[in-house]
Nanobody, 120 residues
Framework: VQLQASGGGEVQVGDSLRLSCVAS????????LAWYRQPPGYAREMVAA???????NYGDLVKGRFSISGDWSRNMAYLQMNGLKPEDTGTYYC???????????????WGQGTQVTVSS
């Protein structure tokens, strides 16, 4: 299984971006999606997460501005980011908890990261 994230870029304060992440390979069942980010010089932090049952939660700094969603039939995860701020700058990573085949344990996979830069 491989995850490929895309959609990052350089934007201005207040702009919007939509990140996408697609899982390829033997993707049996996806139990959860998540987006993390790593600002320059800081540790990786959770931005948003969502279960296959629809429950979602967000980091305090992005609540009300970011929205996570998934297209489970296409093995896709999305992160809609509105009202971007300079402090949102960082490398964004997608994460999925996937069970490749029935009866096998879930495995956590990470995408390669996509850069988001917000300029004031």
């Amino acid at each position: 299984v491989q995850l490929q994230a895309s959609g990052g870029g350089e934007v201005q304060v207040g702009d919007s971006l939509r990140l996408s992440c697609v899982a390829s390979g033997k993707v049996g069942h996806i139990a959860g999606l998540a987006w993390y980010r790593q600002p320059p010089g800081y540790a990786r932090e959770m931005v948003a997460a969502m279960t296959s049952g629809g429950a979602s939660n967000y980091g305090d700094l992005v609540k009300g501005r970011f929205s996570i969603s998934g297209d489970w039939s296409r093995n896709m995860a999305y992160l809609q980011m509105n009202g971007l701020k300079p402090e949102d700058t960082g490398t964004y990573y997608c994460k999925m908890d996937i069970r490749p085949r029935a009866g096998r344990p879930f495995v956590t996979y990470w995408g390669q990261g996509t850069q988001v830069t917000v300029s004031s």
